[in-house]
């Protein structure tokens, strides 16, 4: 089994309710890593959809068929390259004993614990934990935020 652990600095605008990632830092333990570049990657993809997640998508669904409630996804939100900071992502060597080349996989481990990290983070910033994603300027105008920059 493939493991991390992710850490967020993020900023709030107590004022708009405006959360922006200043950066971000995963470190995991996939197995033995064959190609870096790839696994990079695919663990700096995971927690860019990761940002995504807690901070802009948000799909909304009639109560009574569980459709979409929108036509078309013309106004979904997702993270777009200015939301995306400094993502950085390294590994530490853990072979799998039960494979004869230790490899464990990479998959998705990525975006696991990213919106975790983001949600931790706001709420290091704000005194405010936000346990429904996303984090919207509405949600954390609410949410009474105390008057602080970053955490």
């Given at each position: 089994?493939?493991?991390?652990?992710?850490?967020?600095?993020?900023?709030?605008?107590?004022?708009?309710?405006?959360?922006?990632?200043?950066?971000?830092?995963?470190?995991?333990?996939?197995?033995?890593?064959?190609?870096?570049?790839?696994?990079r990657s695919?663990?700096?993809?995971?927690?860019?959809?990761?940002?995504?997640?807690?901070?802009?998508?948000?799909?909304?669904?009639?109560?009574?068929?569980?459709?979409?409630?929108?036509?078309?996804l013309?106004?979904?939100?997702?993270?777009?390259?200015?939301?995306?900071?400094?993502?950085?992502?390294?590994?530490?060597?853990?072979?799998?004993?039960?494979?004869?080349?230790?490899?464990?996989?990479?998959?998705?481990?990525?975006?696991?614990?990213?919106?975790?990290?983001?949600?931790?983070?706001?709420?290091?910033?704000?005194?405010?934990?936000?346990?429904?994603?996303?984090?919207?300027?509405?949600?954390?105008?609410?949410?009474?935020?105390?008057?602080?920059?970053?955490?």
């Amino acid at each position: 089994h493939s493991f991390g652990a992710q850490f967020a600095e993020v900023a709030v605008d107590t004022s708009s309710g405006e959360v922006r990632v200043r950066r971000m830092l995963g470190i995991f333990a996939a197995g033995r890593i064959v190609n870096p570049l790839t696994a990079r990657s695919q663990f700096v993809g995971g927690m860019t959809w990761g940002i995504s997640m807690a901070l802009h998508e948000e799909a909304v669904r009639d109560q009574a068929s569980g459709s979409h409630v929108s036509a078309d996804l013309a106004g979904y939100h997702f993270a777009a390259n200015a939301d995306v900071p400094l993502v950085e992502a390294d590994w530490v060597d853990d072979p799998d004993a039960d494979d004869p080349v230790g490899i464990k996989g990479i998959g998705e481990i990525g975006i696991v614990g990213a919106a975790a990290a983001i949600a931790n983070a706001v709420w290091h910033a704000t005194g405010v934990r936000h346990r429904h994603l996303p984090i919207r300027p509405d949600r954390v105008l609410l949410s009474g935020a105390r008057d602080t920059a970053s955490g």
